[in-house]
């Protein structure tokens, strides 16, 4: 744990617009330092709060305070989390990075894949939309100074890694023909690729 967030259990609250409590769960539990997602309503199941704890627990909690601990990932307390609903069926799916290593979870926390990456990952993984409205994930290796773009089959992007040392956007070229996008990150030198 850091000096800034001492390790500790804390409890979660959802609160209204002004700051009072809504909803309090008796959860107690020791929170990761990733940030708490929104989960969509779906057919089966009310809209929930996802977090993970320290060992890499999935922490869920609904809007009437009804509270669930889901086995998702074996991990450390500084790994990365990232929740996202996918699709017109508004599923869920988790991404975990921790050390070299990223995971892709299905909305039952099954593993979809799991990649290694000759460096440590060094920024909570993005979700990336291309401009022809296909998903990816964007990591970020700053040690190495690569960024990588995966898709959700754990695929490598066609010309990828390419230079860079942090959080990278994607848009479409100029023309916007044949899918094509342009990259735009920072480097080792902190110039703008």
Known sequence: SSDLFPTRDMTDY???RRGNVRVKTDAVYTHSMNDIYLEERTKGREP???TTDQEGNLHATN???EYQILPLDTLGANHFFV???LGSNAEPVYITAEANQLKFFNKDRTLRFKKGFDYPISHRPQLLE???GEMKIGVVCASANRVYLID???ELHTGFPLEGNNEFTILPTVQGQNGQFNVF???AAGQLS
């Open 185 to 187: 990150v920072t480097n």
């Open 48 to 50: 929930r709060f996802v």
């Open 83 to 85: 929740a996202a609903t």
């Open 152 to 154: 959700f089959n754990g």
């Open 63 to 65: 809007f009437d305070g």
């Open 130 to 132: 291309l401009p022809n």
């Open 14 to 16: 959802i609160l209204d």
